[in-house]
């Protein structure tokens, strides 16, 4: 049996040989993939089927490697000049004192730039700012700003912002937090690192984590990064003051104030006009009176309170129009005063802390009055109890039992 098998596969063998032998000799580098002729690499022509009729005047193409489109970089913005960005800074409504400081900054920048190309000695001017004040004050519209300013003044060479917040800085575990601010900072490299509430970053290890790393990214790339914390002015001040890194680094602290009802009601008319809209003097005056209940406590959102109202208002617009099939140009433009509703969870609670007075029901029965000092009637003495263990004793006295 073992003898019939090895010439059965003796002659296998000779008959793959014999086919091997028939067979043209292909290239060394040549594609063996059933259905494709013999080729060189890069070569990818086809081979048609066995048996199918081919035409006369037909010729494979070699399909060559397929080049990804070549996409086309979107075109850069125009790079402004400090002239412009502080035009449109000064075109900002309210904001004195933060344009007053902002104009002083490029100044001084501008002019120690000019001093070390003459080749003069200059001081080094700490170029990082703190923010002081609420929400919706123009803190971020004023960072975008800057960030152009130190631009064209040759201070940053890209001029970007990247807005973050403690979220973006610090990670799940101790030991990653490090790496993820470091990777914030770089991507904020040539630009400005606008951190909103810094101020939450202190009171644990990872936000510690954070700052440490923040200064030593501050420190080696203080050639061109420009780092601007914002939030309230006491945990700002708190918040500096923990680090000696942050202190040294941030010497410059501009305070936004909150808006006026006037400069608010600016913001709104502009906001308004800007979407195309159109707010008479009767919306005006119904904006007026919400501002005026409304509560300034650190919650308030000035700005972002009447853009608030805005989209409210665009809303209620809407639904008043929703029956009206084809609306004239006039009522697709013009607000009403009633279009201009507060919601309740733009408006913040009163302090719940601040006294308030409390009115009795009105069928309460009227207070007894007390005499305060009213002579209170003696007590009779009481006679003491004796102890548990003398009561015991002599009880055992009495049955003549020992203890």
């Known amino acids: 049996m073992l003898d019939q098998v090895r010439r059965v596969g003796e002659q296998v063998r000779r008959q793959l040989g014999a086919l091997n032998d028939a067979a043209p000799p292909l290239p060394a580098d040549a594609d063996q993939t059933p259905g494709f002729e013999a080729r060189s690499r890069g070569d990818l022509a086809p081979q048609p089927p066995t048996g199918a009729a081919t035409d006369a005047g037909a010729r494979t193409q070699s399909a060559e490697p397929a080049t990804p489109p070549v996409e086309e970089a979107e075109p850069e913005e125009p790079t402004k000049s400090v002239e412009e960005l502080l035009a449109e800074l000064d075109a900002l409504i309210g904001l004195a004192n933060v344009k007053g400081e902002i104009h002083r900054q490029a100044a001084v920048l501008r002019v120690e730039g000019l001093r070390?190309?003459?080749?003069?000695?200059?001081?080094?001017?700490?170029?990082?700012?703190?923010?002081?004040?609420?929400?919706?004050t123009g803190k971020t519209t004023v960072a975008r700003l800057v960030a152009g300013i130190y631009r064209a003044l040759g201070l940053l060479s890209k001029g970007q912002l990247v807005e973050v917040d403690r979220s973006e800085l610090v990670a799940g575990y101790l030991g990653q937090t490090a790496a993820k601010t470091a990777e914030v900072v770089a991507s904020a490299e040539g630009g400005v690192l606008f951190i909103d509430e810094a101020y939450a970053l202190s009171g644990d290890q990872y936000g510690k984590e954070a700052i440490d790393t923040l200064v030593k990214e501050m420190?080696?790339?203080?050639?061109d990064l420009v780092v601007i914390v914002a939030g309230y002015p006491l945990p700002m001040a708190?918040?500096?003051?923990?680090?000696?890194?942050?202190?040294s680094r941030f010497r410059t602290t501009i305070d936004f104030q909150n808006y006026t009802d006037?400069?608010?009601?600016?913001?709104?008319?502009?906001?308004?006009?800007?979407?195309?809209?159109?707010?008479?003097?009767?919306?005006?005056?119904?904006?007026?009176?919400?501002?005026?209940?409304?509560?300034?406590?650190?919650?308030f959102g000035n700005?972002?309170?009447?853009?608030?109202?805005?989209?409210?208002?665009?809303g209620h617009h809407a639904w008043r129009l929703r029956e009206i099939a084809e609306p004239t140009l006039e009522q697709l433009r013009t607000l009403e005063p009633d279009d201009l509703v507060v919601d309740p969870n733009e408006v913040p609670d009163p302090d719940p802390l601040e006294a308030t007075e409390l009115a009795p029901p009105a069928d309460a029965a009227p207070a007894e009055t007390v005499e305060p000092f009213e002579p209170v009637a003696p007590v009779a003495p009481v006679e003491p109890v004796a102890p548990v263990e003398a009561a015991q004793d002599s009880a055992d006295e009495e049955s003549g039992e020992q203890p």
């Open 238 to 247: 708190v918040f500096i003051s923990e680090n000696p890194g942050l202190e």
């Open 303 to 314: 700005a972002r309170f009447v853009r608030n109202l805005m989209e409210a208002a665009i």
């Open 219 to 223: 420190e080696d790339k203080r050639d």
């Open 116 to 136: 070390k190309k003459a080749g003069l000695e200059s001081p080094t001017i700490t170029r990082h700012l703190v923010f002081n004040g609420n929400p919706g």
């Open 262 to 299: 006037d400069e608010l009601a600016g913001i709104f008319a502009s906001m308004i006009k800007g979407a195309d809209y159109d707010a008479g003097e009767e919306v005006l005056a119904r904006l007026r009176t919400i501002l005026a209940e409304a509560p300034r406590g650190p919650s």
